[in-house]
């Protein structure tokens, strides 16, 4: 009895042999992934999942010059033209008369030695003469054409009003106009004459009593 078993263990034993042989070589075949892969969506290949919820940056320069809406862009009308009429206001020439503005021959610019005079027609502008306006008159010497010292004039005029708004005067109560050579302050036709011919003088306005006629 004993040994009819021994054949049949051996045959059991070489049928499980064969079997593990089968199951070794069907591994081998097996595709293996490269490392360093990235066979998901969410693998960087650092370890560190991706955040797929962002986006790359993105430019924001605009080459479009169509003006932007809805930008709080500052105001240019402490310098804006005046659009006033006061063509009906008394002149007073006399108050502001030894603050005359004088220039270097052929510019437009206010010398330093000149400010002062503004500065102080300033300061009475905002303390005595509320509600009243002024007028820049500019004026040149007789040299150069008509249209040119027009032109410079007006430049003058210009110059003289934006200082007052530097120091604090409001724009909108300052008034100016180009006579050029037409008023000269000296008739005479030489260098003591047109130093004082280039300047602008200074008017003082005051509003029509209620009820004038206009």
Same mark, same amino acid.
């Given at each position: 009895?004993?040994?009819?078993?021994?054949?049949?263990? !051996?045959?059991?034993?070489?049928?499980?042999?064969?079997?593990? !042989?089968?199951?070794?070589?069907?591994?081998?075949?097996?595709?293996?992934?490269?490392?360093?892969? %990235?066979?998901?969506?969410?693998?960087?290949?650092?370890?560190?999942?991706?955040? !797929?919820?962002? %986006?790359?940056?993105?430019?924001?320069?605009?080459?479009?010059?169509?003006?932007?809406?809805?930008?709080?862009?500052?105001?240019? %009308?402490?310098? &804006?033209?005046?659009?006033? $009429?006061?063509?009906?206001?008394?002149?007073?020439?006399?108050?502001?008369?030894?603050?005359?503005?004088?220039?270097?021959?052929?510019?437009?610019? !206010?010398?330093?030695?000149?400010?002062?005079?503004?500065?102080?027609? &300033?300061?009475?502008?905002?303390?005595?003469?509320?509600?009243?306006?002024?007028?820049?008159?500019?004026?040149?010497?007789?040299?150069?054409?008509?249209?040119?010292?027009? %032109?410079?004039?007006?430049?003058?005029?210009?110059?003289?009003?934006?200082?007052?708004?530097?120091?604090?005067? $409001?724009?909108?109560?300052?008034?100016?106009?180009?006579?050029?050579?037409?008023?000269?302050?000296?008739?005479?036709?030489?260098?003591?004459?047109?130093?004082?011919?280039?300047?602008?003088?200074?008017?003082?306005?005051?509003?029509?009593?209620?009820?004038?006629?206009?």
């Amino acid at each position: 009895m004993k040994l009819a078993k021994v054949p049949n263990l !051996i045959v059991l034993g070489t049928i499980l042999s064969l079997a593990a !042989i089968g199951c070794r070589k069907g591994l081998d075949k097996t595709t293996q992934i490269p490392k360093g892969s %990235s066979p998901t969506i969410g693998d960087t290949g650092t370890g560190q999942p991706r955040d !797929i919820t962002s %986006s790359p940056p993105v430019n924001t320069t605009s080459t479009d010059s169509t003006p932007l809406t809805g930008v709080n862009v500052p105001s240019n %009308s402490n310098i &804006a033209a005046n659009t006033t $009429d006061r063509s009906t206001w008394l002149e007073n020439r006399d108050e502001f008369k030894a603050q005359t503005v004088y220039f270097d021959f052929d510019k437009s610019n !206010i010398k330093p030695s000149e400010v002062g005079k503004l500065e102080e027609v &300033a300061k009475r502008m905002k303390s005595s003469f509320q509600g009243k306006a002024l007028r820049v008159e500019g004026h040149c010497d007789e040299r150069g054409t008509e249209e040119y010292n027009r %032109s410079l004039g007006d430049k003058r005029a210009q110059s003289g009003r934006e200082k007052l708004a530097q120091l604090g005067l $409001d724009p909108g109560l300052v008034d100016t106009i180009s006579f050029g050579e037409e008023k000269p302050a000296d008739p005479g036709h030489n260098d003591a004459a047109w130093k004082k011919n280039r300047r602008i003088e200074l008017i003082l306005l005051s509003p029509p009593p209620a009820g004038a006629a206009n």
